[in-house]
């Protein structure tokens, strides 16, 4: 019979065996441990009335019932009660005394064996149990559809495959566990990964926003940390507005636009993206809104991009939507913005009716929402300083930023011969707009008045 621990810290207390540390292949048995918990007897038929009252003091551990059978007794109950609040009838609080005394319920504790197995512990407390001392456990994974998607670090790497088994015993709809191996590949967006336990079927679902998709992860870029951004997007359109997605996956914000009743013209080079792009317009029955496209980005805005915009600029006088244009490819979106410089010819439409792009960028420096003003304003050959917005999207990585920058494409850049001076362009002036609020001024040290 395993040893019966009384006295420990809260830690250790709920901790698994110390037995278990440096185990990688999981063995469940192998986290049995006996502790002893205080309990308080009651008779059965008052047990869902005290519980109302005993809240604070009750035991709270997964898979284990706060009130079991007496032994001793068929006609009473034991309340488990947190062995960290309670000792002795003297840590119930005054209040609690007193529903005690109206039940006539006698405030004496008791001690009783608990019996804790792999299924009482949280996969954090296993991980800090296995992996070795003072080493960072995984706590939390990216969850695409049954897939936990993990980036693990070296020190975990030899014990990956307990790690995997683990997320997916703890977390209820996973059924397979991956890691990635590798970078993103920056022409297709997808990864190399291994499946650390569990299905090897990389083929899913997920639900975004009251939206479905439907994809193989193996093969497509999927991040599900970018919902929220996808939201802010799609919010910013109105019926009738016209969207091109540049890099466009699987559809999180061509599907979205294209159901708000915009004019969508969706890219992207991935193979195998475009086809779930083009199953997922079914799926959520938007394809009749949606052209799908599958160019290299530099193409697409030199191809279906520049014909539209000939067509809808003409139309500037009756023309009451706007154009967007989002470009989300972190790692190198910002050097696809050349491509918009001298694009059309004719006569430049008015400022207002301008396209309004919406470039990701990473950055790791220690002004990036500057950093990204830069290097977009050196792509255009113009200062973006005075007429763009800066989003912070996410921290991807200790000292790594995803970063959405916002501007209208200045009719200095687009149209072509046009005697203004790029550095010093003389559309109508815009009202210099701040950089989102999610910066703090010492972080993107813009400009003094932004």
Same mark, same amino acid.
């Given at each position: 019979m395993p040893d019966i621990e009384t006295s420990k810290t809260d830690s250790e207390l709920f901790s698994p065996p110390s037995d278990v540390r440096g185990m990688t292949e999981l063995d469940r048995t192998a986290f049995k441990k006996t502790v002893t918990i205080p309990v308080l007897t009651v008779r059965k038929e008052i047990v869902n009335r005290l519980m109302r009252s005993l809240k604070r003091v009750a035991l709270q551990r997964p898979g284990i019932k706060r009130v079991i059978e007496d032994p001793a007794d068929d006609g009473c109950r034991l309340i488990m009660l947190d062995p960290y609040k309670m000792s002795t009838s003297a840590s119930f609080e005054k209040a609690e005394l007193s529903i005690l005394n109206e039940l006539n319920v006698n405030p004496e504790i008791s001690k009783h064996n608990l019996e804790l197995t792999y299924e009482n512990f949280k996969s954090e407390e296993i991980l800090r149990a296995v992996l070795p001392e003072g080493q960072d456990v995984i706590s939390g994974f990216s969850r695409v559809g049954h897939i936990a998607h993990l980036n693990l670090r070296d020190h975990q790497l030899p014990f990956k495959h307990l790690i995997g088994q683990v997320m997916i015993d703890k977390n209820p709809g996973i059924t397979s566990a991956v890691n990635k191996i590798n970078n993103i590949d920056n022409t297709y967006r997808n990864f190399q990964m291994e499946v650390l336990s569990?299905? !090897? %079927? +990389?083929?899913t679902?997920?639900?975004e926003n009251n939206y479905t998709y439907e994809f193989d992860f193996s093969k497509v870029y999927w991040n599900p940390r970018l919902s929220t951004e996808h939201s802010r997007i799609t919010d910013l359109l109105k019926p009738g507005d016209v969207l091109f997605d540049v890099f466009a996956g699987v559809g999180p914000f061509a599907i979205p636009a *294209?159901?708000? %009743?915009?004019i969508v013209f969706a890219n992207d080079l991935n193979p195998e993206s475009h086809k779930w792009l083009l199953h997922n317009c079914r799926l959520n029955k938007v394809s009749q809104k949606v052209k799908v496209f599958n160019l290299d980005g530099k193409y697409f805005l030199e191809g279906?991009?520049?014909?539209?915009? +000939? /067509? /809808?600029?003409e139309l500037s006088e009756e023309r009451?939507?706007?154009?967007?244009?989002? +470009?989300?490819?972190? *790692?190198?979106a910002i050097e696809f913005l050349s491509a918009f410089r001298s694009l059309l010819a004719g006569q430049p439409c008015r400022h207002e009716l301008l396209p309004t792009v919406h470039c990701y960028s990473f950055s790791? !420096?220690? %002004?990036? *929402? !500057?950093d990204v003003q830069q290097r977009a304003g050196a792509a255009l050959g113009i200062s973006l300083e005075s007429c763009s917005s800066v989003h912070l999207v996410r921290n991807v990585a200790p000292n790594k930023e995803m970063l959405c920058i916002t501007f209208q494409i200045p009719a200095a850049v687009l149209y072509k011969? /046009?005697?203004? %001076?790029?550095e010093r362009h003389e559309d109508p002036p815009a009202k210099r707009q701040r950089t989102d609020n999610a910066f703090s001024e010492e972080k993107t040290q813009i400009a003094s008045n932004a």
């Open positions: 569990g299905d !090897e %079927n +990389m083929m679902k997920v639900r *294209a159901k708000k %009743n915009c279906p991009v520049k014909e539209e915009l +000939m /067509q /809808q600029l009451k939507h706007s154009i967007h244009i989002v +470009m989300n490819l972190p *790692a190198k790791k !420096e220690v %002004n990036p *929402a !500057e011969d /046009q005697t203004i %001076n790029l």
